[in-house]
């Protein structure tokens, strides 16, 4: 069977395949960079290991993660190997307590989690009644070594008062210790104008 369509229908035709290519596109830009923006991560994750005396593991002490800020609370228990994570963690000031059957009860506050912050607190629980309870109050955090993200908060004040060239938000990375700015990127596409 064969279709022969007139000049207004052939142009209806063609205006429709356009917009189907261009609905196409535009669906293939926001299919891959919705993969690119998944990558940013505005929340941390906070996980440690929990032990006896001995250093053996305690499977099923109830770790609990309190934001000091809200008062939001979120539970988790220890696994077989003794591990815990708190993943998707809005940035905050954060008390962990880890109460498990036959320890004494241990507590952390003013844990500091920053953004797409990895933050480690292990336990070695002591023995006792579960009435006992140790608190420990820190400014000071662990260090990091579960990966080798590197990471820093600069807070609007300090954004405000330092010098930025040409509004360049990547002359901030050097505030980082251990980072530098290789040349090339937006102040080589600057040069060149």
Not at 1 to 16: Q, T
Not at 137 to 147: C, E, F, L, S, W
Not at 159 to 167: A, T
Request: charge should be negative; proline fraction near 2%; charged fraction near 15%.
């Amino acid at each position: 069977m064969l279709i022969c369509l007139g000049g207004g229908e052939m142009n209806l035709f063609r205006r429709l395949c356009s917009a189907v290519g261009v609905f196409c596109s535009v669906f293939l830009v926001l299919l891959v960079c919705s993969g690119v923006l998944s990558a940013q991560n505005s929340r941390g994750t906070i996980l440690g290991h929990v032990v006896d005396p001995t250093g053996g593991v305690v499977v099923g002490a109830k770790v609990t993660l309190r934001n000091m800020d809200t008062g939001v609370t979120n539970e988790f228990q220890t696994n077989s190997a003794g591990d815990y994570v708190f993943v998707n963690v809005v940035p905050g000031k954060y008390e962990l307590r880890i109460e498990a059957p036959g320890f004494k009860t241990e507590a952390t506050s003013g844990l500091l989690l920053e953004v797409d912050q990895t933050l480690r607190q292990d336990y070695r629980l002591e023995v006792g009644t579960v009435a006992e309870t140790i608190v420990v109050h820190t400014d000071t955090q662990m260090v990091q070594t579960d990966n080798t993200t590197l990471g820093n908060v600069l807070d609007q004040k300090m954004i405000e008062d330092l010098p930025s060239v040409g509004r360049d938000i990547t002359n901030f990375l050097e505030l980082s210790a251990g980072a530098s700015n290789l040349s090339g990127g937006s102040q080589l596409a600057w040069a060149q104008h």
